[in-house]
């Protein structure tokens, strides 16, 4: 009875290294400042501290990096669908083209971020502080903001929030 119990338990925890991001990873791309095209699937990278690092094109599908902090970090072209960033900080952070599609941004603080031809379908931005970000033509089909302040973001040429896309540079709402 035992046996298989304890054979079990070695199974599982001969898994787990393949299942967390390993501080090891996080030291190589801060020591790199490059992880184009890579696959951090899945990893937890939660509370994390990122500054000044390229992860253009990075998949990131399904990371945990609730409450980490980004500065001046390239993720042009990346995939961060169901992405839980919650309570995340990004100041001068690169989401250009980012896929979003069902992402937790609940309570997210962004300060001059562009987020520019993104695809933010089924995100949820709920309680988020967005200053100074352009969303310029992106979408934001089924996208929850409430409670969000978008105060001196752009939302040209946006679609998903009202029927028709923005027409013109807009300061917190489609006008």
Do not use: H, W, Y
Not at 65 to 80: F, H, P, Q
Not at 124 to 149: C, E, H, I, Y
């Amino acid at each position: 009875m035992k046996l298989p119990i304890l054979l079990g338990l070695g199974l599982s925890l001969l898994a787990l290294p393949a299942m967390a991001f390993e501080k090891a990873d996080l030291e190589k791309l801060r020591s790199t400042k490059k992880c184009n095209a890579s696959t951090f699937s899945s990893c937890d990278l939660s509370g994390a501290s990122l500054m000044d690092i390229d992860l253009n094109g990075a998949e990131l599908e399904g990371a945990n990096l609730e409450g980490i902090t980004m500065e001046n970090v390239d993720l042009s072209k990346a995939n961060l669908s169901e992405a839980n960033l919650k309570g995340a900080r990004m100041t001068k952070v690169n989401l250009n083209q980012a896929i979003l599609k069902e992402a937790n941004l609940d309570g997210v603080k962004m300060m001059a971020v562009s987020v520019e031809d993104a695809d933010l379908t089924d995100a949820k931005l709920t309680g988020g502080t967005l200053k100074g970000v352009s969303f310029k033509n992106s979408v934001f089909k089924d996208t929850v903001l409430t409670n969000t302040d978008l105060k001196l973001s752009n939302l040209s040429g946006v679609t998903g929030i009202t029927e028709a896309p923005c027409a013109k540079p807009s300061f917190g709402a489609c006008k």
